[in-house]
């Protein structure tokens, strides 16, 4: 069946596309929960329609994104945290410390989009990144000093 995504759908494509999936599992995932529409003459002049939305809504997007990284990009963090004679911390400051910190700054980060090269375990300065629409991010300095 040929279908329209009505959104961008991991391993299928993004909205706008004209796609041939299964009968079963466009009536049954795709067409109940209004993801796709099927793709008929019909349906063309939304095609064309939809996708002016997208583009739009991606360059909006675009545009947010661009901001928040400039806004984020160098930015400093601290922490303070628990730590033993030799530096080591009782915990470790992980992805969503780094989110609740940036919620309580005012920036909606979900942790999922904070990269981490490992967990940080001990004192001192670290780098963080933030991925963010369409290949930008920003990337963040945490420092963790003894509490």
Excluded: C, W
Excluded at 3 to 25: C, F, M, P, R, T
Excluded at 59 to 80: I, M, P, V, Y
Excluded at 104 to 133: N, V, Y
């Amino acid at each position: 069946m040929k279908v329209i995504l009505q959104k961008d759908i991991a391993n299928l494509g993004e909205a706008g596309d004209l796609k041939e999936v299964s009968d079963g599992y466009a009536r049954n995932y795709l067409i109940p929960k209004k993801l796709v529409i099927v793709a008929n003459e019909a349906s063309k002049k939304a095609i064309e329609h939809q996708k002016r939305l997208i583009k739009i809504k991606k360059e909006k997007r675009r545009k947010e994104s661009e901001k928040l990284a400039n806004t984020l990009n160098g930015r400093e963090l601290k922490f303070t945290a628990l730590a033993g004679e030799e530096g080591k911390l009782y915990g470790s400051i992980t992805s969503m410390d780094i989110a609740k910190k940036l919620r309580e700054m005012g920036f909606e980060i979900d942790k999922r989009k904070i990269q981490l090269d490992s967990p940080i375990k001990e004192l001192g300065t670290f780098k963080a990144t933030i991925k963010l629409e369409d290949g930008l991010h920003a990337d963040l300095s945490i420092i963790v000093e003894k509490d």
